[in-house]
């Protein structure tokens, strides 16, 4: 008989995109395959799955087989695990994705202007990145 029989398990894979404008971002190399293979084990032990993945994150074989959801940057993957784990019963939590360390504080056009979220990045005008690191702890 499996452990994880009838057990519903939250997985976090991949990696996160901070978005610097509404097309372009700043992301990890992690492709998720640690937390695919371990929801590909979960599923064969008949666990109830929730794979929570980034953009690029490999999906398991049998993905149509569990709860799929997609999350952006770090914040947003904090969000989405804190909704999940209030909202249901998870016996397991399995956090595997690689959060970032560095998010995007604010945008600067050449003058030093903040250039706003909604806005896109201009590619011909050279701009500054204000980065803020998030601590340690963040990463839960």
């Known amino acids: 008989m499996s452990l994880l029989k009838g057990k519903k ?9 901070e978005k610097w404008d509404n097309v372009r ?12 293979y371990i929801a ?3 599923l064969s032990q008949e666990a109830e799955v929730i794979f929570l993945h980034g953009y690029f994150a490999k999906l398991p074989e049998n993905h ?4 799929l959801l997609q999350f952006e940057g770090i914040y947003d993957l904090g969000e989405k695990v804190k909704m999940i784990v209030q909202s249901e019963h998870i016996d397991v ?7 970032s360390d560095w ?6 056009d050449r003058r030093g ?4 979220e909604t806005e ?4 011909m005008n050279p701009q500054s990145f204000i980065l803020k690191r998030l601590p340690k702890y963040y990463h839960k």
């Open 9 to 17: 398990i939250l997985i976090t894979s991949g990696g996160t995109l």
């Open 25 to 36: 971002g700043q992301t990890n190399l992690a492709k998720g395959t640690i937390g695919c």
């Open 40 to 42: 590909e084990q979960a």
């Open 64 to 67: 149509k087989k569990m709860h």
């Open 93 to 99: 939590v399995i956090m595997s994705a690689a959060g």
């Open 103 to 108: 998010v995007i504080d604010k945008v600067l």
């Open 113 to 116: 202007n903040q250039i706003l």
């Open 120 to 123: 896109k990045c201009p590619v």
